[in-house]
Every structure is written in structure tokens, then in C-alpha cells.
């Protein structure tokens, strides 16, 4: 029976005492197989870990960083400052060295643990100008090294330090937000922020023991940590931890997880990868396809099919959607989707698929879920009702529309500030606990929220139209010749479109029609099928909303090339920074 608890910390004695032969982390080997750690062998190294912490000088308000993504060691870290009464200060390695520095020099971080040997030498070449930081500590670096993550561990094994039970009210992390616009902000979330928001999480869904996920979120962001991380820890569940994005849906049949968190981004992949597959199948196959997910998407909105459409239904069940279930694993129950807007169009595919997906709203400065959908109670489109303890307030004043306006959140996930951020506080937290979101959307009557777009985002054409771009983008990506997109109109006369094509179905479509594509993105073949598939995904747009123009690049959007967050949001200003003259040049 999983028990109450008020601090990170809580959580870990909790669990690792209830739980203690369960299997928690699993991890893949050289040879591709997967060795799985209990949580009486986890709980073994994070006492361990927090005695060698103490003897490097960590102690109670210390912040510690960590540069790494997800891996068992991040974990033990994490629970290891939590019973310190440290604070944990997550950082990804796709960030750029300079944002590193900005990261540690900004909190005081006092030691810092690095995932590989080269971000240790980095950070090593750096403590002479961090006059904070005084120890470095590598996970990949040789276990007899001094500076050893393994090192640490060992020393700490000789000599124990009792956990410290911080109070809810201690800081927890400082979480530095993505940085689309200017330097990270570190948001300041307690303890108390992170266990509200993962026992109001955890009464929605019906997790056990039994739950195993393939975990490939950043634990860095809130989202991985919250709706992942803390909540499958409290179940007793197990998390196999993936290695590579592109080994993603290899890794989902080896795990076999029965619950999946994740963003738009995998589910769009989802969907494409399945429709690829479908359109090269005989004719009657495509039409019991999608005839099918046409019967399932009624169905699930409470219609009963006929005689035909369900026997079609059962049969293209048996033949077709089981075999891409078991693509995943086939024990997966449930997906939850969140960071971004998941298209209606794809919820009810992966839905029609056999899989319930859950779309939930939240922000790193509410800890971070907010809203969420959940058995039972789901609306596709929306991003669900509020989380018990948890109210939402829509004001119009941000947007002048009577319905549509800035949401506001109240309750006790809400950060407790940005650190050295006075200005930036005085502009988000209200004087009556709310927090200004910045983002828009709209209660239905039955109290579920759906998101229309980020105000700062919305640009207005010549003609005083506003434009949200990001859901229309998500729509556009639908198209399984379109990677990446981002719309461009403010002060324009109407939108264009820089477009990302998806190489490995150009290259396919170009063999079939014989087009040339060595010079594919000023090919006018190939802008006649990019421009043709925008206008067919964006049929549903309205007129001023669709693009006129495109301009292609073959350079994808990605964190090495700092065009997406680490959370894979579009850095719309480092974009336009190299595109933007191409993007002007569709007007003249």
C-alpha cells in the first residue's frame, strides 16, 4: 500500500522500503540486452552517494549540478541531495558549454557531476572562472580516478550519513527553463511542489506495481521527472531507460512497457511510420485501415458502429492494428502526452490503434502538471480538467476575447519564484498565489481546458489578423514529407513557411517520379510537392492562416544546431536569425 508523503526524500525511504525487490531501472547493454537494478540495490547507492556528498563538503541549501541525461546515476544523485537537504540543479547535455556556465555561476553551484569524460574535462578547464564550483565529478570516468562517480560512491560506503528529512518547504531543484528568448531563468520548486503535484497525478491514473515504462523524457525538464520519474517511483514500478532516440520503437518491443509518457513529437513519428507502412499495402488492406480507425474515432466518441463497420473494425484489429501493438511491446496500456499540442487527428489514430492516449497541460513553474485527461474522463482536443488541489483562471484582458485569454494557476505546484529574478516574478506571480501562464486557451462548461497557443508567439499580418503559429505547425508536421516547419508573417501581408523536408520519403517519391535532387531545395519539383502538401493540411486553417510561400532547407531543427530546446520547442529567434533573409525574400 504506497503512502502519503510531504518531501522528495519521504518518497525515496518510502518506496525503497515498500518496494524493495521490485525491479526499477533497467539499462541497456553493449550487446543490446537489458540488465535490470532493484530498488533495494538503488536505495543501496543513494545512501552511499549522500555520504560521499558529505564528505565533499555537501551539505543542507548546497546546490549541486548535474550535467547528464537519463541514466540510473541521475537518479541516485537526485535522492542522494534530496537527503541532504541539497538542491539538485538539472542541466542537459545538448546544452551549449556557455549555457553551463551561465547555469552553475547563477545558482552557486558547488560541485557538479558530469555524464561523460569530455564534459568533465570541460568543466574541469572551468572552475578557475566559476568561483563557485569546487569539485567535478564524472559518471564515464575511470573508477580509480579521484574525481569518480564510482569513487564517491565507495568512499561513502565506508562511512554512512543518516538522511536529513528537508522540510516541504525547502527547494527542491532549481529547474532552468529552455531559454527560447534571452538566458535560462531558474525556477525555484520545493518539495512540497513536486510531492502535491505527483499525489494528485497519481489519483488519476491507475498505476501498480506491475507498471513498466521506456523512459526517454529528460528528467532535466519537470515533465520527465513529475509524470515519470517521481509518479512510477511511488508506484513501485520499473523504468527501463532508453539510450537513443532512433533505437525508440526497437527498445519499446524489447521492454514491453505497459505505459508510455512522451511528447507530439514521438506520436506524429507514430503516425507517420504506420501510414508509410499502410500506403504500400494491397488496396483492400488500406481501405479496411482506414475505414477502421474511421469506426474506432466514432466509436470512442460514444457511437455504436453498425454490423459492417464493426466486424470491419474487429477484423482490421486482428490483422493489422495488433501487429503494429506489438511493435511497441503489446502489453501498452496507455500513452500520456504533454510539453506541447498533440493534434487531434493523431490522438484519435493512436487511439484507433487500441491505445488510450491521456493529454495533459503544464509549465516547469507549476512542477509541471496542471490539467490532464485520464480514464474515464477525456476529452480528445483538450488537455483535461484541472488536478484536485489545482484551480485555472482564464483572463481575457491579455487577449481582448471574451472566451479565449491567458490562463492563470492556483495551487500548491506553483513555483516559489525565479532565482535573481525580481522583475520577471513581479510580472508572473500574482498577489493572490495565481501564476500567469502566458499561454491561451479556453474552460469548456464541463471544465476542460483547451489550449489555443502562447501569447508571445501570436504575431498580427498587415491586415490586423493574429496568427497563432505552433498548433498550426503541429498540423503541417502530418504530412510525411514535412520533418520540421515554422510558419513567418509578423507585419507581413500574409504567412510564409520555412519547410524541413522529411529526406527518406523525398528520396522514395523522387526514385518513383525520376526528379533530380541534387539541388532539392531550389528544385521546382519539389517545391510543387511541399507547397501542395501544405495546402492539404492546412485545408482546415483559416484563409489568412495558410501559407502563401515556402523557402526549404534540408538542415533540420535540432539541440546541437540550438534551433530546438533541449524539450524540443522551436527557438523561433535563433531560426530566423540564419533563415530570416530567405524568408523576406518570398515577398519581394
Given at each position: 500500500m504506497t503512502q502519503s508523503f510531504s518531501t522528495l526524500a519521504e518518497l525515496f525511504e518510502n518506496s525503497v522500503q515498500e518496494f524493495a525487490d521490485n525491479d526499477l531501472f533497467g539499462t541497456k547493454t553493449a550487446d543490446g540486452s537489458w540488465t535490470w537494478s532493484s530498488y533495494r540495490q538503488f536505495g543501496d547507492a543513494v545512501h552511499q552517494a549522500r555520504a560521499g556528498l558529505a564528505q565533499r563538503g555537501i551539505q543542507a541549501g548546497d546546490r549541486v549540478g548535474v550535467i547528464s541525461d537519463n541514466r540510473e546515476e541521475w537518479a541516485i544523485l537526485a535522492f542522494a541531495c534530496y537527503g541532504l537537504g541539497a538542491c539538485l540543479v538539472p542541466m542537459y547535455q545538448a546544452q551549449l558549454p556557455e549555457e553551463w556556465s551561465f547555469i552553475i555561476d547563477d545558482c552557486q553551484a558547488k560541485l557538479v557531476c558530469c555524464a561523460t569524460e569530455a564534459i568533465h574535462s570541460k568543466m574541469q578547464s572551468l572552475t578557475a572562472e566559476l568561483k563557485s564550483l569546487e569539485t567535478v565529478i564524472g559518471f564515464d570516468?575511470?573508477?580509480?580516478?579521484?574525481?569518480?562517480?564510482?569513487?564517491?560512491?565507495?568512499?561513502?560506503?565506508?562511512?554512512?550519513?543518516?538522511?536529513?528529512?528537508?522540510?516541504?518547504?525547502?527547494?527542491?531543484?532549481?529547474?532552468?527553463?529552455?531559454?527560447?528568448?534571452?538566458?535560462?531563468?531558474?525556477?525555484?520548486?520545493?518539495?512540497?511542489?513536486?510531492?502535491?503535484?505527483?499525489?494528485?497525478?497519481?489519483?488519476?491514473?491507475?498505476?501498480?506495481?506491475?507498471?513498466?515504462?521506456?523512459?526517454?523524457?529528460?528528467?532535466?525538464?519537470?515533465?520527465?521527472?513529475?509524470?515519470?520519474?517521481?509518479?512510477?517511483?511511488?508506484?513501485?514500478?520499473?523504468?527501463?531507460?532508453?539510450?537513443?532516440?532512433?533505437?525508440?520503437?526497437?527498445?519499446?518491443?524489447?521492454?514491453?512497457?505497459?505505459?508510455?509518457?512522451?511528447?507530439?513529437?514521438?506520436?506524429?513519428?507514430?503516425?507517420?511510420?504506420?501510414?508509410?507502412?499502410?500506403?504500400?499495402?494491397?488496396?483492400?488492406?488500406?481501405?479496411?485501415?482506414?475505414?477502421?480507425?474511421?469506426?474506432?474515432?466514432?466509436?470512442?466518441?460514444?457511437?455504436?458502429?453498425?454490423?459492417?463497420?464493426?466486424?470491419?473494425?474487429?477484423?482490421?484489429?486482428?490483422?493489422?492494428?495488433?501487429?503494429?501493438?506489438?511493435?511497441?511491446?503489446?502489453?501498452?496500456?496507455?500513452?500520456?502526452?504533454?510539453?506541447?499540442?498533440?493534434?487531434?487527428?493523431?490522438?484519435?489514430?493512436?487511439?484507433?490503434?487500441?491505445?488510450?492516449?491521456?493529454?495533459?497541460?503544464?509549465?516547469?513553474?507549476?512542477?509541471?502538471?496542471?490539467?490532464?485527461?485520464?480514464?474515464?474522463?477525456?476529452?480528445?482536443?483538450?488537455?483535461?480538467?484541472?488536478?484536485?488541489?489545482?484551480?485555472?483562471?482564464?483572463?481575457?484582458?491579455?487577449?481582448?476575447?471574451?472566451?479565449?485569454?491567458?490562463?492563470?494557476?492556483?495551487?500548491p505546484n506553483v513555483m516559489q519564484g525565479y532565482h535573481h529574478r525580481d522583475e520577471e516574478n513581479a510580472q508572473v506571480l500574482m498577489a493572490d498565489g495565481g501564476f500567469r501562464t502566458g499561454d491561451m486557451g479556453y474552460l469548456d462548461d464541463d471544465g476542460y481546458l483547451f489550449i489555443t497557443g502562447r501569447i508571445k508567439e501570436q504575431y498580427k499580418l498587415e491586415n490586423g489578423k493574429y496568427v497563432v503559429p505552433s498548433p498550426l505547425e503541429e498540423e503541417l508536421k502530418l504530412s510525411p514529407f514535412i520533418t520540421n516547419i515554422m510558419l513567418f508573417g509578423a507585419n507581413r501581408p500574409h504567412n510564409v513557411a520555412l519547410v524541413v523536408p522529411d529526406i527518406a520519403a523525398l528520396e522514395a517519391w523522387a526514385a518513383s517520379e525520376k526528379v533530380d535532387l541534387s539541388n532539392a531545395a531550389k528544385s521546382d519539383e519539389v517545391q510543387k510537392l511541399l507547397f501542395g502538401e501544405l495546402e492539404k493540411y492546412s485545408a482546415s486553417f483559416k484563409g489568412y492562416e495558410r501559407p502563401r510561400s515556402i523557402c526549404i532547407t534540408l538542415d533540420d531543427f535540432t539541440t546541437e544546431n540550438n534551433m530546438l530546446t533541449p524539450t524540443m520547442k522551436l527557438k523561433r529567434r535563433t531560426v530566423l536569425s540564419v533563415y530570416q533573409a530567405q524568408l523576406e525574400e518570398l515577398y519581394d
Open positions: 570516468i575511470a573508477d580509480d580516478h579521484q574525481d569518480s562517480f564510482h569513487g564517491l560512491l565507495a568512499a561513502g560506503k565506508e562511512s554512512p550519513v543518516a538522511s536529513k528529512n528537508p522540510e516541504p518547504s525547502d527547494i527542491a531543484q532549481f529547474i532552468y527553463t529552455s531559454g527560447t528568448t534571452g538566458n535560462p531563468k531558474g525556477v525555484k520548486l520545493s518539495h512540497s511542489n513536486f510531492s502535491n503535484n505527483v499525489l494528485a497525478a497519481s489519483s488519476r491514473f491507475d498505476f501498480g506495481p506491475g507498471e513498466r515504462s521506456l523512459a526517454f523524457l529528460p528528467w532535466a525538464h519537470s515533465f520527465g521527472q513529475t509524470a515519470e520519474l517521481y509518479t512510477l517511483f511511488y508506484y513501485g514500478a520499473a523504468m527501463a531507460i532508453n539510450d537513443e532516440i532512433p533505437q525508440l520503437v526497437g527498445n519499446l518491443a524489447d521492454v514491453k512497457p505497459t505505459v508510455l509518457v512522451a511528447v507530439p513529437r514521438i506520436f506524429n513519428r507514430i503516425y507517420d511510420g504506420v501510414n508509410k507502412k499502410i500506403a504500400d499495402k494491397p488496396l483492400p488492406i488500406r481501405k479496411l485501415f482506414h475505414s477502421a480507425v474511421e469506426t474506432a474515432t466514432r466509436m470512442d466518441a460514444g457511437h455504436r458502429p453498425g454490423l459492417l463497420a464493426g466486424v470491419g473494425h474487429k477484423l482490421a484489429d486482428r490483422l493489422i492494428f495488433s501487429g503494429v501493438r506489438e511493435r511497441f511491446g503489446g502489453r501498452l496500456r496507455f500513452v500520456v502526452s504533454g510539453s506541447a499540442a498533440l493534434s487531434t487527428e493523431v490522438a484519435q489514430f493512436i487511439s484507433a490503434l487500441g491505445i488510450e492516449v491521456y493529454e495533459g497541460y503544464g509549465l516547469t513553474e507549476t512542477s509541471p502538471i496542471v490539467t490532464a485527461n485520464y480514464p474515464g474522463h477525456r476529452k480528445l482536443g483538450s488537455v483535461g480538467p484541472t488536478l484536485p488541489g489545482v484551480r485555472v483562471n482564464i483572463d481575457p484582458s491579455a487577449t481582448g476575447d471574451a472566451v479565449n485569454g491567458e490562463i492563470i494557476v492556483y495551487g
